[in-house]
């Protein structure tokens, strides 16, 4: 009877194929919630436009990883843990120096990241410390890795952290050797807190399915930068600038939209799995965005992009199509004068804070995951021998 439960459950014809998992869960967690057709997203129960307005990405991401927001002890240990772990070691840059310039941050930030793992013990991973060590080193040392790459591959020497600077302004003098102006800072500091977490999106999925084999952090890291690196994910903020310029201006995106819908091509920046509203990061970025233009003057790519959205809204609005969070994060990027390359590195820097989440949560009820396919290959074939098949 047993046996016969079995064989049913592994019958072909009893299996319901969900191409990309499409609203099939595949775990429970306390982390992320997002309510796609209101346009809600909370971070453990928080709304995402409140931490932004009053959280910092360090503090956010400890509210990420250990569930509740922390005490200001709590807070001052990690932020100093983080302050002393951000320089990388000589063979981490002299490894760094051994890619090619021409290479993608992308890739070099995987390498990098997976690098840890021949440094620090891999089989402790059950214990608290490690946990928090490995959680410190990879919020600290991963900036610097994507500032360090940005400068070798210019031929320089990549420059020390600066212990005085918090977190965010850090990273940006790493990056471009200037004390970066507060408003810039924080603007920064911003994104990153609205880039830290989205539940079960496919970096974050790729991260849970590496820690459930119990590899170690890094490893768990390393595959999700690997994944987030594509263009239907975090790769896609760079090819929004790539759309905007190629439609030059805000008068031709009409055109654009509609010959590219024809040909059935997808607009980077726009749809989404879970949003069929617009994406209630999008339009805080739209705020940065518009906050550094009043600022620091504005960019002539914006007015493409707003044209871009009204346009789109007749075409695509009613079938749940709308900005997603990488149609606007490039405008404010360019802005504070990163590189379009990078885009997505700093996306990275941001989301290592939800793949650690996920990884401690993947760890605390863990069951290797192991789907199952169906198959539609041939079924048993008769060997034929190499002479054979020269014959034909
Ligand atoms: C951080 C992030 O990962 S946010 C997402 C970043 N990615 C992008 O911006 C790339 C562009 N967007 C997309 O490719 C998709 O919307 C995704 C990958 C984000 C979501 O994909 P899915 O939920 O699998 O939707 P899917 O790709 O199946 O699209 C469903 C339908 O909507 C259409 N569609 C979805 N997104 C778009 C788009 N951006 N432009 C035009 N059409 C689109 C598809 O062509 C498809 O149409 P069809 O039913 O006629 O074939
Ligand atoms: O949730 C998703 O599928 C993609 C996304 O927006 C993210 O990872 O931030």
Redesign the pocket.
């Known amino acids: 009877m047993e046996q016969k439960a079995i064989d049913n459950q592994n019958d072909p014809c009893n299996m319901v194929l969900k191409p990309g998992l499409e609203g099939v869960p595949v775990t429970q967690s306390a982390i992320c919630d997002?309510n796609g057709l209101k346009g809600e997203l909370k971070y453990r129960g928080y709304s995402i436009a409140e931490l932004a307005a009053k959280s910092s990405f360090l503090e956010t991401t400890y509210l990420l990883i250990w569930g509740d927001l922390p005490s200001s002890k709590q807070l001052r240990e990690f932020e100093d843990a983080i302050q002393m772990h951000r320089r990388l070691s000589f063979r981490v840059r002299d490894m760094m120096k051994c890619f090619p310039a021409t290479g993608h941050p992308m890739d070099a930030l995987q390498s990098s990241a997976a690098s840890l793992g021949l440094f620090y013990s891999r089989r402790a991973i059950d214990n608290p410390q490690y946990i928090y060590d490995a959680v410190v080193r990879l919020i600290a040392k991963i900036p610097t890795m994507v500032a360090a790459f940005q400068l070798i591959r210019k031929g320089q020497d990549p420059i020390q952290p600066r212990d005085d600077l918090p977190y965010s302004a850090n990273f940006l003098y790493m990056l471009t050797e200037r004390e970066p102006d507060p408003l810039a800072a924080r603007v920064f500091d911003r994104c990153l807190i609205l880039?830290a977490e989205?539940?079960?999106?496919?970096?974050?999925f790729s991260a849970r399915v590496t820690a459930s084999t119990l590899t170690d952090p890094y490893a768990v890291v390393a595959s999700a930068v690997g994944t987030?690196a594509g263009p239907l994910?975090?790769g896609a903020n760079e090819d929004v600038i790539a759309m905007l310029e190629e439609i030059g201006a805000p008068e031709n995106a009409r055109n654009y939209l509609k010959q590219a819908i024809d040909q059935k091509s997808k607009i980077m920046g726009f749809g989404?799995?879970?949003y069929k509203v617009k994406?209630p990061?999008a339009t805080l970025l739209q705020g940065f965005a518009e906050d550094l233009f009043a600022r620091f003057g504005k960019d002539e790519m914006y007015d493409v992009a707003r044209s871009v959205e009204e346009e789109a809204s007749p075409l695509l609005g009613p079938r749940g199509i709308y900005p997603?969070?990488?149609f606007y994060s490039g405008l404010v990027y360019r802005k504070l004068g990163i590189p379009r390359d990078l885009f997505t590195p700093i996306f990275a820097i941001s989301?290592v804070a939800g793949w650690l989440a996920h990884w401690r949560e993947q760890l605390s009820a863990n069951r290797i995951f192991r789907p199952t396919q169906i198959y539609t290959g041939k079924k048993t074939r008769a060997w034929c021998a190499l002479e054979e098949r020269n014959k034909n």
């Open positions: 997002i880039h989205h539940s079960l999106n496919a970096s974050t987030l994910h975090g989404h799995r879970e994406d990061r997603n969070v990488d989301r």
